[in-house]
């Protein structure tokens, strides 16, 4: 095929989607020469061009100029996964026309109508089954009837090889199809959705399962977003599947979408004793005020690590069986790939006799072959506010360690370290003790290559009596805590 059959047939192309579409108005991006029967606001059109045509008009050079009447444009040099800017015409008839970048030389003059009100986006994809490879998608950005706070879903497929046609977008998260059998050339919505993201991928064998890694979509509340699949391999039944996405302030470079952000992993540990009461300690754990399937958390025990997504959660606690939170823990920001411990412990001064320890498990620069020690102080007692860990040669590990504070991360050698408290308050209202020396203890606390492991203070006795101990969690732990014990 020559150059100038392509040529013809993108123009062509063009010409198609500007024919009498469109019936509302939007915000003007730029002019777009002269032509045209010329009128008030009320009368004019507007429209961009995106170019989602791989190799079009060659592999070497992408670059189109549009021609308007005869007169250069605004649009010029368009490269294949570019768009242009909105731009503004009177309601009119006009001879577009299509030029290499930099020529006012045009390949093919093209008659069209635009009618008043219009507002739309015109995509150029391949098509190599067509006589010229090119064709169009014409999207209607009207936001019309757009219920606030929502967010609307235009796709386009323009993915021009046989293991995609047909195809059926699925939600990756669900496994529930989102536009199914989805026929190459074809455009599938409006999908009105409540605003934030939604993942998706493409169900090449009809099993309902995604074959392609997901992508991460964007639904922008009050926002007319366009999606269009694309093929960038434009060998057949060789997959490079990208989906670029448009929204009302998109101009030049067109944004593909990328993979959702990894989940934070979070579970929970409920050493606080006695709470919710001595007979029975079981509780539930709330999210964002929402049963969260955590309904019989016992003292001295973990839940497993749940995933969720990356973003501000608000954690409560109930007693088991009810949603009705006795202690909220709100705005607490959980980054995309975090791992995280949260662990309940009694605070007796506290109108609700509970509190919670936020562990982040970061092991990012942990030297190959060592262990990273987390330390949290939960033991409601006196006598151990503050404390010193110290191991049993005297060595101080963590000074002064106030009660709901943690401390670290400690980079240790993997092995073991036997450690125990400097009481530096020997008895409520008593002197103090000053000399590092282990009062209590020791106790045997397992570092491990490679992991990081949290110990948990705890005064299980919760009267005026001390009876301290150290909980131990690993990134395996579930179920009932282990405590350290005597080396």
Not at 22 to 40: Q, V, Y
Request: charged share 15%; proline share 7%; net charge negative.
């Amino acid at each position: 095929m020559n150059r100038k059959n392509i040529w013809v047939g993108f123009a062509a192309a063009i010409a198609f989607g500007l024919v009498g579409c469109g019936d509302d108005t939007g915000s003007p991006g730029g002019t777009a020469g002269s032509g045209g029967s010329g009128g008030s606001g009320s009368e004019m059109a507007m429209i961009r061009v995106a170019h989602l045509a791989p190799e079009i008009p060659s592999a070497e050079n992408t670059g189109v100029d549009i021609l308007v009447d005869g007169e250069a444009s605004s649009i010029e040099d368009l490269q294949f996964g570019n768009s242009t800017e909105y731009v503004e015409l009177p309601a009119g008839d006009y001879t577009f026309g299509i030029a290499p970048t930099g020529s006012t030389d045009s390949v093919l003059d093209v008659p069209a109508t635009l009618t008043a009100g219009g507002i739309f986006t015109v995509v150029a994809y391949r098509d190599a089954a067509a006589a010229v490879p090119v064709n169009v998608l014409l999207f209607d950005d009207s936001p019309d009837g757009l219920a606030t706070g929502s967010g609307r879903i235009l796709v386009g497929h323009g993915a021009d090889d046989s293991l995609l046609n047909p195809v059926t977008v699925v939600n990756t998260d669900t496994e529930s199809p989102i536009v199914e059998d989805f026929v190459f050339g074809t455009i599938a919505g409006p999908l009105d959705l409540p605003a934030g993201s939604v993942n998706i991928g493409f169900d090449l064998t009809g099993d309902g399962v995604s074959e392609t890694p997901p992508l991460q979509a964007p639904i922008t509340a009050d926002v007319v977003t366009t999606l269009v699949a694309v093929d960038t391999d434009t060998e057949d039944e060789s997959l490079a599947p990208a989906v670029y996405a448009l929204v009302p302030t998109t101009s030049g470079a067109i944004p593909t979408l990328g993979a959702p952000p990894a989940p934070a992993r979070i579970r929970v540990a409920h050493l606080a004793p006695e709470v919710p009461s001595a007979a029975d300690t079981a509780v539930a754990i709330l999210v964002n005020g929402e049963a969260s399937g955590i309904d019989n958390l016992e003292f001295g025990n973990v839940t497993d690590y749940v995933e969720l997504p990356a973003g501000e959660y608000d954690f409560g606690i109930a007693p088991a069986g009810t949603t009705d939170s006795v202690f909220d823990v709100e705005n607490v920001v959980l980054d995309a790939g975090g791992t995280y411990t949260v662990a309940a412990y009694r605070d007796s001064a506290a109108m609700v006799p509970v509190n919670v320890l936020l562990f982040d498990e970061n092991a990012d620069g942990l030297p190959s072959g060592e262990g990273r020690v987390l330390v949290g102080h939960g033991a409601d007692a006196a006598a151990v506010d503050p404390v010193d860990i110290v191991t049993d040669g005297d060595a101080v590990v963590v000074d002064e360690l106030a009660f709901g504070t943690v401390a670290g991360p400690l980079d240790l050698m993997a092995g073991a370290v036997n450690i125990g408290f400097d009481v530096d308050t020997a008895a409520a209202g008593g002197g103090t003790d000053a000399n590092d020396v282990l009062d209590v203890g020791p106790l045997e606390a397992p570092v491990t290559a490679d992991v990081v492991t949290l110990l948990i203070a705890v005064d299980t006795d919760t009267g005026v009596a001390l009876a301290p101990a150290i909980y131990a969690l690993l990134p395996s732990s579930s179920g009932s805590i282990s405590t350290l014990s005597s080396p």
